[in-house]
């Protein structure tokens, strides 16, 4: 998903020249807080710099408490308050040689950081990219038709929002484990995928697209939900009232006309990788961050930027102003999983997602967020789901499911799994769903992938 020329070729290698003469400098300070670790990088300043720092943070799981960031001229100083996962402060040896590595002397140049923690090579396996809209049984249909057209799905991460989804799968040939890399099968793949993604209310268009090489997936599947607007809303793609995702941050946007930068204030719930998720955004909207200053100590966090656009102005209508209060609010949306969490950990064979996330079509339930990987033989999957219906989903429905797939599931407790009052609750709450679940067959009887459409006549 990088396309090179000439020109990047020449700014490459200024770049290698820029961090040879003035390399990233990383310290660690163990003293200074007590609660937090302290991590300063200081290096030239270029574009993207302060992404692929926060990038490196990000996937080794640490949690950024606070931090004061300033690039304005030709220097890039950064300080961090660290902890890890738990709230802890880090040890002084792996995880603090890591970002050494990661960040300082040794990596040479910001570019390596796509090797670092996190970052999923796909050398070994081909990168298929989905957008369009979302809808009851989609992922059930699309894991069909890959395992139809024999590809194994080693690893994948799926996420919807704004009634659009993205995805990132990762697959290989089911015979042989290799990279798919036939035109003619990788064109058939594309349409097939293309074909279940239209549907028939996408207004806006469905996107598959396909290749070999590697990518940060959330990184990407943050610029394909932004080029997908997924910030927009229309008439077809509306918030239900009382959603988890329908709780808006507070973001305010205004000109700093003394000193020539547009402030961006951010105030939402605080979580894992929130920075990463509004530094990509703003990165991917041209923009770039001079100064900021974050603080997400306590249960909400904030957030502000001082940022002009590439272009060195900063935010000149109405129009762009109200754009990016939109894209914020979505960047901070995406990642928040709306849904009961089931967790699925057994061993992995062809088909088990094909299987996997019929019974869940089957049993009324959507799936709102997906991460699927492969730890060897083993298959370690987790899924959020909510009942088709829009109503809660019931522990008879999940208890249905775990008997109907016949492997561990672990469900993460949540007020959203309640017990059905009565029969007749129990059996209406299926009826949507099985239309859901009728309209998908219909998908897939349509190409090829099922015996019978009896059910749906």
């Given at each position: 998903?990088?396309?090179?020329?000439?020109?990047?070729?020449?700014?490459?290698?200024?770049?290698?020249?820029?961090?040879?003469?003035?390399?990233?400098?990383?310290?660690?300070?163990?003293?200074?807080?007590?609660?937090?670790?302290?991590?300063?990088?200081?290096?030239?300043?270029?574009?993207?710099?302060?992404?692929?720092?926060?990038?490196?943070?990000?996937?080794?799981?640490?949690?950024?408490?606070?931090?004061?960031?300033?690039?304005?001229?030709?220097?890039?100083?950064?300080?961090?308050?660290?902890?890890?996962?738990?709230?802890?402060?880090?040890?002084?040896?792996?995880?603090?040689?890591?970002?050494?590595?990661?960040?300082?002397?040794?990596?040479?140049?910001?570019?390596?950081?796509?090797?670092?923690?996190?970052?999923?090579?796909?050398?070994?396996?081909?990168?298929?990219?989905?957008?369009?809209?979302?809808?009851?049984?989609?992922?059930?249909?699309?894991?069909?038709?890959?395992?139809?057209?024999?590809?194994?799905?080693?690893?994948?991460?799926?996420?919807?929002?704004?009634?659009?989804?993205?995805?990132?799968?990762?697959?290989?040939?089911?015979?042989?484990?290799?990279?798919?890399?036939?035109?003619?099968?990788?064109?058939?793949?594309?349409?097939?995928?293309?074909?279940?993604?239209?549907?028939?209310?996408?207004?806006?268009?469905?996107?598959?697209?396909?290749?070999?090489?590697?990518?940060?997936?959330?990184?990407?599947?943050?610029?394909?939900?932004?080029?997908?607007?997924?910030?927009?809303?229309?008439?077809?793609?509306?918030?239900?009232?009382?959603?988890?995702?329908?709780?808006?941050?507070?973001?305010?946007?205004?000109?700093?006309?003394?000193?020539?930068?547009?402030?961006?204030?951010?105030?939402?719930?605080?979580?894992?990788?929130?920075?990463?998720?509004?530094?990509?955004?703003?990165?991917?909207?041209?923009?770039?961050?001079f100064h900021s200053t974050i603080i997400a100590e306590g249960p909400e966090a904030f957030q502000e930027f001082y940022i002009r656009h590439t272009d060195g102005c900063p935010i000149s209508s109405e129009a762009e102003r109200q754009r990016v209060i939109h894209c914020l609010e979505a960047a901070v949306k995406r990642r928040v999983s709306e849904g009961l969490r089931l967790e699925l950990c057994g061993d992995d064979r062809i088909g088990l997602l094909s299987d996997v996330t019929r019974i869940f079509r089957e049993n009324g339930l959507s799936v709102t967020?997906?991460?699927?990987?492969?730890?060897?033989?083993?298959?370690?999957?987790?899924?959020?789901?909510?009942?088709?219906?829009?109503?809660?989903?019931?522990?008879?429905?999940?208890?249905?499911?775990?008997?109907?797939?016949?492997?561990?599931?672990?469900?993460?407790?949540?007020?959203?799994?309640?017990?059905?009052?009565?029969?007749?609750?129990?059996?209406?709450?299926?009826?949507?769903?099985?239309?859901?679940?009728?309209?998908?067959?219909?998908?897939?009887?349509?190409?090829?992938?099922?015996?019978?459409?009896?059910?749906?006549?």
């Amino acid at each position: 998903m990088h396309y090179w020329s000439p020109s990047l070729d020449v700014d490459y290698e200024f770049e290698k020249l820029v961090n040879r003469m003035h390399p990233p400098r990383v310290t660690v300070d163990q003293i200074t807080d007590k609660k937090s670790t302290l991590i300063k990088v200081d290096s030239a300043n270029k574009r993207g710099s302060l992404l692929e720092v926060v990038q490196v943070l990000t996937d080794l799981n640490l949690l950024i408490k606070r931090a004061y960031i300033s690039s304005d001229g030709g220097w890039f100083m950064d300080v961090f308050h660290v902890t890890d996962q738990y709230g802890n402060k880090l040890s002084e040896d792996i995880v603090t040689d890591h970002i050494l590595q990661s960040l300082g002397r040794r990596g040479c140049s910001f570019r390596s950081l796509r090797g670092s923690v996190g970052v999923q090579y796909a050398s070994e396996n081909t990168t298929i990219e989905l957008t369009g809209r979302d809808r009851p049984g989609l992922l059930s249909e699309v894991f069909a038709v890959l395992a139809d057209l024999k590809c194994n799905v080693v690893a994948a991460e799926i996420w919807t929002h704004n009634s659009r989804m993205a995805s990132i799968v990762y697959i290989t040939d089911e015979e042989t484990s290799l990279p798919i890399n036939d035109p003619d099968r990788l064109a058939k793949i594309k349409q097939l995928l293309l074909y279940v993604l239209k549907g028939d209310l996408d207004r806006r268009g469905a996107q598959t697209a396909v290749s070999v090489g590697f990518t940060h997936t959330q990184r990407r599947l943050h610029q394909l939900m932004y080029a997908d607007r997924d910030y927009d809303t229309d008439e077809y793609d509306t918030v239900p009232e009382g959603s988890s995702s329908g709780r808006k941050p507070v973001v305010t946007v205004e000109n700093c006309v003394e000193r020539g930068y547009t402030v961006v204030n951010l105030r939402c719930p605080d979580r894992p990788k929130l920075l990463f998720d509004t530094v990509c955004t703003l990165t991917d909207m041209q923009y770039v961050v001079f100064h900021s200053t974050i603080i997400a100590e306590g249960p909400e966090a904030f957030q502000e930027f001082y940022i002009r656009h590439t272009d060195g102005c900063p935010i000149s209508s109405e129009a762009e102003r109200q754009r990016v209060i939109h894209c914020l609010e979505a960047a901070v949306k995406r990642r928040v999983s709306e849904g009961l969490r089931l967790e699925l950990c057994g061993d992995d064979r062809i088909g088990l997602l094909s299987d996997v996330t019929r019974i869940f079509r089957e049993n009324g339930l959507s799936v709102t967020r997906a991460e699927v990987t492969t730890r060897g033989s083993t298959a370690v999957n987790a899924f959020y789901v909510i009942d088709s219906s829009g109503q809660q989903v019931k522990s008879e429905t999940i208890e249905a499911v775990r008997n109907a797939i016949g492997e561990t599931i672990k469900v993460k407790e949540d007020e959203t799994l309640t017990k059905s009052k009565s029969p007749a609750q129990q059996t209406g709450g299926f009826s949507l769903g099985n239309l859901f679940r009728n309209r998908s067959e219909k998908f897939l009887y349509n190409l090829g992938l099922i015996r019978s459409c009896s059910e749906v006549a």
